[in-house]
């Protein structure tokens, strides 16, 4: 029982990124349906293990009520200047609620099947201390599902408030970052990439399809 306080102890705080347009869905990506299941309670479901405790960055109702317990917080910048609002709105949530942690893991809402192992790989791979730690796989990099040191907050308000792209990877080119690479997860359909995301009405489609082919999967 100590061991497993200790653990969770060490997790850090969580803010799923849900504050998006969504305007190739045509909808709030928090509210679909995949598996019976809203995305929202799915990445809930998925993180809970993984996380000391979750908040969800949220700019409009999405329509359908929220799971309890987990705070509803809004991007501190106006206008949904992209990504990286709602990543600074995690930076400020967790330096609030959680002032002995000393980064924030973010996980967007449209990616269901991120890795289990997501927290503890990250974490793991902080060399220094101070690092971003940022998930790849496949090659290519996942730069929301990322453990961001709090210490950089005041840096990421004022790039958002000048710099004109506020591209993610742009960010966190500024500071000392850590590649974690994840493998495909095997199934009898093919390798799938644990970092799908849904973005439209047919990859919600393709969602359904690698859930049923999962269901006797260890993913």
């Known amino acids: 029982m100590a061991g ?59 329509g359908f009520a929220l799971p309890s317990g987990h705070p509803v917080i809004a991007d501190t910048i106006p206008g ?17 609620v959680a002032p002995e942690a000393s980064h924030v893991l973010t ?9 289990t192992t997501l927290t503890a790989r990250l974490q793991g791979a902080l060399i220094v201390g101070n690092e971003i730690g940022v998930a790849w796989s496949a090659g290519e990099m996942h730069p929301l599902f990322a453990l ?21 990877r742009a960010f966190i080119a500024r500071h000392p970052s850590v590649a974690v690479d994840f493998p495909t997860v095997t199934t009898k359909a ?16 393709e969602a359904e399809e690698w859930l049923n082919r999962l269901e006797d999967s260890a993913l």
């Open 107 to 115: 996980v967007p809402i449209d990616t269901p099947f991120f890795p």
């Open 4 to 62: 497993n306080a200790a653990a969770a102890k060490r997790r850090p705080p969580a803010v799923i990124l849900a504050g998006g347009r969504s305007s190739r869905m045509g909808r709030a990506k928090a509210a679909v349906v995949l598996g019976g299941q809203t995305m929202l309670a799915r990445v809930v479901e998925r993180l809970s293990p993984q996380a000391a405790s979750i908040a969800v960055n949220l700019n409009a109702d999405p």
């Open 80 to 96: 949904l200047p992209g990504p990286l609002a709602g990543v600074l709105a995690a930076m400020r949530h967790a330096s609030q």
């Open 148 to 168: 961001w040191p709090l210490a950089i907050a005041d840096d990421l308000d004022g790039w958002i408030r000048t710099d004109e792209k506020r591209r993610v």
């Open 190 to 205: 093919g390798s799938l990439d644990p970092f799908f995301n849904i973005n439209t009405p047919q990859q919600l489609v």
